[in-house]
């Protein structure tokens, strides 16, 4: 009987250049520092002390003049400032989000955009059939209809309507979303870090939809006293601020946004941890953080019964574990009939996805 054999394992050789293997971590302190260079330089310093990635012949010197080589960030201000990031940093660190926050999904997972239906649709595929009256003429798969012209005569070449066919279509649905982030002081309150995580999901959707899904549209909504919009460009500079919960006021800018969208499926995807704590009435602020105001909570519903009347579902992905909180996103949700999840910060990404590819197989 032959049994197991052992041998000595030798990991593969790692040929990247330093440069290389320090990249990785660099672009996920700059997640954390929001686009601060030089902390995340500081960072890396720091790290170095305990695991001691820098050698002799490659330093932090070393590090810095290649990003600048290779266009990641640009020269420091000589009046001070902050070093400029690039495009290409920006790139890379939504690409890094986007694998990191889909990239370990199953296949099955990813999801279809596709309709479950066919017809006069704007999608070839591989599919023939015979002609229909209404077909359009640029549908014609001529070789195909004249293979079967040919093999009706051989004598002399006559194409009848029998020996049409064309490529059959596929509906592909679009969707256009808002994702409204929560930037109020409670993403950093009691020491966790909640933003990183909620501006990943931001950078990786937003990634996904302008790679595969070109004719979707994203955009984001950030709130705290106040809402308003911002770039993808921006999202690895967000910060949270000194703010209250204005969750009114993000609805609000998230549903004159998806009014000006001339497309049928129209969502808003919601990402906060705390209750809403903040309105403006009379146009000054009234603010309690304290439990839950009647007032303010009267007012978020009645934002969530305005979405569902103009068709816009909401889906909520609560972070937070209090139950009272819970029950309140249980109202809203029941207000506007749309979606909620409670989750913890691992599971977040995931459930993004997975309700983003199952809203656009609506109709």
């Not at 070449?157 to 596929?170: A, G, I, K, N, P």
């Amino acid at each position: 009987m032959v049994g197991h054999r052992f041998s000595k394992f030798t990991p593969p050789e790692d040929d990247r250049t330093p440069f290389e293997k320090l990249l990785p971590l660099f672009l996920e302190l700059l997640t954390h520092t929001s686009g601060d260079v030089e902390e995340a330089l500081d960072w890396m310093d720091q790290v170095d002390k305990e695991h001691g990635f820098y050698s002799k012949d490659y330093g932090r010197k070393e590090f810095e003049a290649d990003l600048r080589k290779h266009g990641i960030i640009g020269e420091r201000p000589e009046k001070g400032g902050r070093t400029p990031l690039t495009g290409k940093a920006e790139k890379l660190i939504r690409e890094r989000a986007l694998q990191q926050v889909f990239g370990t999904l199953k296949k099955s997972d990813r999801g279809s955009h596709t309709l479950r239906r066919t017809g006069q649709g704007d999608e070839p595929t591989s599919d023939r059939r015979e002609f229909r009256f209404g077909d359009r003429m640029d549908q014609l798969a001529m070789s195909d209809s004249i293979r079967n012209a040919q093999h009706r005569g051989v004598d002399r070449l006559e194409l009848r309507e029998s020996d049409l066919e064309v490529v059959e279509t596929e509906h592909q649905s679009a969707c256009a979303t808002v994702l409204m982030i929560d930037i109020s002081h409670s993403m950093i309150l009691y020491g966790e870090d909640r933003i990183t995580p909620a501006k990943k999901v931001a950078m990786a959707l937003a990634e996904l939809i302008r790679r595969r899904y070109p004719k979707d549209t994203l955009d984001i909504v950030v709130f705290g006293n106040d809402a308003w919009q911002v770039s993808l460009k921006d999202l690895p500079y967000l910060q949270v601020g000194p703010y209250h919960t204005n969750t009114v006021a993000g609805l609000e800018l998230a549903m004159d946004i998806l009014r000006r969208r001339k497309l049928k499926n129209r969502r808003i995807v919601m990402i906060t941890d705390g209750k809403p704590s903040c309105i403006k009435r009379n146009g000054e602020y009234y603010m309690n953080s304290f439990g839950l105001d009647e007032l303010i909570v009267s007012r978020t519903l009645d934002a969530a019964v305005r979405a569902r009347k103009a068709g816009i579902p909401i889906t909520t992905f609560m972070i937070a574990q209090d139950s009272y909180l819970q029950r309140f996103i249980e109202r809203f949700t029941e207000a506007n009939q749309g979606r909620a999840f409670y989750t913890g910060l691992q599971g977040l990404a995931d459930m993004v996805f997975r309700d983003h590819t199952s809203n656009r197989r609506s109709t």
